[in-house]
C-alpha cells in the first residue's frame, strides 16, 4: 500500500481551490483521499489489521465519551493554515458540530476533542510528523498514535498541549502493556490483542 500524489497546489494558491479539487474530482472507490502539506494524496484502503485496531479503540471510546459527542471513522478535519484536509482513522468531535458544519464535508479540526491516526507503511512520515503539527496548529488537545511500525517495537503514543505546531508527549507504550486515555475519556485501553505486522 503506498501513497499517491496526484495534485500539487501552486505556490500562493488559496484554500478554497484546494479544497474545491479535493470535493470534486472522482477518486478511486475505497480510497482515502487527503490535502496533506498542498498535495492531494490518494491512498488505498486500510488493512485488516488496520480496522481491528480502529474498531477497538471505538468500542472503548463509545464506552465512555459523553452521549453528545461521536467517535467517527471518516469524517475530514481542515486544518487551512497547514493546507491540510485530514481524515483521521478516528476522531472525537461534538455530534451538533458535525450536523451543523458549515460544510457538508468536513469539520474544523480545532473541534476535535481526540484524534486517533493507525500508522500504516505508506503513511509513517505524515502519522509521525505532519499531521501531528497540523493537529498541534489546530489546537486539538489530544493526539493518540498507534504505531505498529515504531523502531522500538508496536508503540501506542498520547501527545498534548499543543503549542504552535508541536505537541509534549504525555505517554508511550508497547503494544500488550495498559494504556490510559487522560479525562475527559479516564478509559484504559486493551493493547494487548493489536495485531502486529
Known sequence: MSALAVEHLPEGDDWDRAVR????????????????????????????????????????????VPEEWGVHQTLAVAIPAKTGMYIPDLVVVPNDLVLEAEDECFVPAAAAELVIEIASRSSLRHDRLVK???YAQAGVPLYLLVDAFAPGGPT??????????????????????????????????????????
Open 132 to 134: 501531528p503539527a497540523g
Open 156 to 197: 501506542i503514543t498520547l501527545y498534548g498541549e499543543p503549542k504552535g505546531d508541536v505537541y509534549r508527549v504525555l505517554r508511550v507504550g508497547k503494544f500488550g502493556d495498559p494504556f490510559t486515555l487522560p479525562e475527559p475519556f479516564a478509559v484504559e485501553l486493551d493493547t494487548s490483542t493489536f495485531p502486529t505486522p
Open 21 to 64: 479539487l479535493w470535493k470534486e474530482m472522482e477518486w478511486p472507490e475505497g480510497s482515502r483521499v487527503e490535502i496533506i502539506e498542498g498535495l492531494i494524496t490518494v491512498t488505498p484502503a486500510p488493512a485488516n489489521r488496520h480496522n481491528y485496531i480502529a474498531a477497538k479503540l471505538n468500542r472503548a471510546l463509545y464506552a465512555v
